[in-house]
């Protein structure tokens, strides 16, 4: 029976989700599809562009549902076991057509299998579309028109090929019904196979799975730290429309710029920021030289542990006082070294783990995410620019170049003839509040489209990255709330960190809201 197309006009895609098979089942299906071809060179060959696979359930959806559709499908699979799908193919199924016959591995039917088709038929109803034509699938690579039957096919597979009626088989090929009848006649050995993904094709002619839109493949969970719920599917959702090119809101990879900033966003500011730390530590080796610096207020209180008083003013005026000091001076070389040397010895007071090893899990999995997804991730952050670059690449896997941080003056000299730049304590530029905007134009040159913070020092770059942005965009922020594990605070800190402004502003914006204590099962990646 044919059934009239819609003439409602919207792009459409007929989209197969299936099950690819293992490498053995695959050889052992392009080795039959081979004679198909010999005996009935117009057969389709098993290659790029017809994946072997079996399929769950065919469908057409708006083409602009496309990347909800695979974020639908992915969080189900993530709420599954490990996919791990075994099958067996039991014998052969013929379709005879004129003197022609389609043939493949008939495919033992399993209660998981009747199960995830139903699962996943559940996750995509509220995006399927009942009628298609022939613009839905991928193109004949003849350019021939798409058949009717194959229309047909997708149109009728919900009423006609699911629950009960489900048969799952894996199609070889065509050869000439003589040929295809001493195939079938031949001993079969049955044989069982795993499963090597689960993906997301659109459907060519005859029902090929053509071009492989999604792979949801066996791969552990990308945020695993991260529980399950709204902040982690928003997550999803997002990286899943911006880098499918068949959705309106594709990103370009040279367009998907992502800012973090560092203190309190990837690593913990309490009881001080780690750089401060660092200072204290180089001040007091300083001071044995250097003992009139003890008349300065600031450095008495840093040696006092007076956190409150460094941290006074608009940027934390008697902190950046001590940075500079224990700063200024060196070669950026000596300096370097000095921070990888206090890297190697010195341990964070309340944990007595090395600094570098407290970043937080759930953002290491996150910056690892957006990587893979063709983000370029920046550091952005108050901190010293050439503090962060010393061990910026050991701890994140973000090269030095890609970090964006307060800075001071540097000069160039040739000293014996050999070229160093050295640290001054002139024209400090604080990476802060309406600094950091500045400084992603100034050092990045593109408007990121992904913005993670925690404070109110981050509230300027999330609505640059977020407000009016031509791109889509997306702010998040890291509201620190578990006391147990880490520090809970927001308006009211020991340290930096203050979050006020930009918290109340969130639900207006759409930012993400990050509980530390209900969002992340791990703080901290564990020992």
């Known amino acids: 029976m044919t059934i009239t197309p819609s003439t409602t006009p919207m792009t459409l895609t007929a989209i197969n989700v299936l099950l690819e098979p293992d490498a053995a089942t ?19 060959p098993l290659d ?33 076991p490990p996919i791990n799908i075994e099958g067996k193919a039991t014998g052969y199924f013929e379709l005879a057509s004129d003197n022609l016959k389609l043939v493949g591995f008939h495919i033992e039917a399993t209660p998981y299998q009747h199960q995830l088709q139903q699962k996943i038929i559940a996750a995509t109803a509220p995006f399927a579309v009942k009628y298609g034509t ?57 044989f069982s196979f795993q499963t090597a993904s689960v993906s997301l094709y659109q459907i ?52 998907r710029i992502a800012v973090h900033d560092n203190d309190g966003t990837l690593w913990p500011e309490n009881p001080l920021p780690f750089q401060a730390a660092f ?82 899990q759930p953002m290491q999995e996150l910056l690892r995410y957006l990587s893979d997804n063709g983000f370029k991730n920046f550091i952005v952050s108050g901190g010293g620019a050439d503090f962060m670059r010393a061990w910026v690449e050991q701890v994140y896997g ?43 134009h100034q050092f990045i040159g593109r408007r990121p489209v992904i913005c993670c913070g925690n404070s109110d020092g981050d509230h300027a770059m999330l609505q640059y990255t977020t407000i009016n942005n031509p791109r889509p965009s997306l702010g998040l922020i890291v509201h620190h709330t578990d006391a147990e594990r880490e520090y809970a605070y927001d308006a009211k800190t020991t340290s930096t960190g203050k979050l006020v402004e930009a918290l109340e502003e969130a639900p207006k914006q759409g930012w993400l809201v990050v509980d530390m204590k209900q969002d992340w099962n791990v703080v901290f990646q564990p020992q």
């Open 279 to 360: 200072a204290i530590d180089e001040l007091k080796l300083r001071i044995l030289t250097e003992p009139s610096l003890t008349s300065n207020p600031m450095v008495q209180a840093a040696l006092d542990g007076d956190l409150a008083k460094l941290l006074e003013g608009e940027h934390f005026d008697g902190l950046m006082q001590i940075l500079a000091i224990t700063h200024a001076g060196m070669t950026v070389e000596e300096f370097r070294d000095a921070v990888q040397a206090w890297f190697r010895s010195a341990n964070h007071p309340r944990y007595g783990s090395a600094y570098g090893e407290l970043t937080y």
């Open 398 to 440: 973000i090269p030095p170049e890609q970090v964006v941080g307060s800075t001071s003056r540097a000069v160039f000299e040739l000293r014996d003839g050999k070229p160093v730049i050295t640290k001054t304590l002139d024209y400090l530029f604080v990476n802060d509040k309406a600094g950091k905007p500045v400084g992603i």
């Open 26 to 44: 695959v050889e052992k299906a392009k080795a039959i599809n081979a004679r198909l071809r010999e005996n009935y060179p117009a057969s389709f």
């Open 204 to 255: 060519g002619d005859f029902g090929v799975a053509q071009t492989k839109l999604y792979d949801f493949s066996r791969q552990a969970d990308p945020l695993p730290s991260w529980n399950e719920g709204q902040i982690k599917q928003a997550i999803f959702a997002f990286i899943a429309k911006v880098t499918n090119k068949n959705s309106p809101a594709y990103l370009p990879p040279a367009e």
């Open 134 to 190: 022939s613009d839905a699938f991928a193109p004949r690579l003849d350019g021939d028109a798409i058949s009717q039957t194959t229309i047909d096919y997708v149109t009728n597979f919900g009423d006609a090929r699911t629950g009960p009626n489900y048969q799952p088989h894996l199609t070889l090929g065509i050869g000439t019904s003589d040929f295809v009848e001493a195939l079938v006649a031949e001993p079969f050995e049955a």
């Open 48 to 80: 790029a562009n017809h994946a072997p696979h079996i399929t769950i359930l065919q469908l057409f959806i708006k083409t602009v549902d496309l990347g909800q559709v695979a974020t639908a499908i992915g969080n189900l699979l993530r709420s599954e």
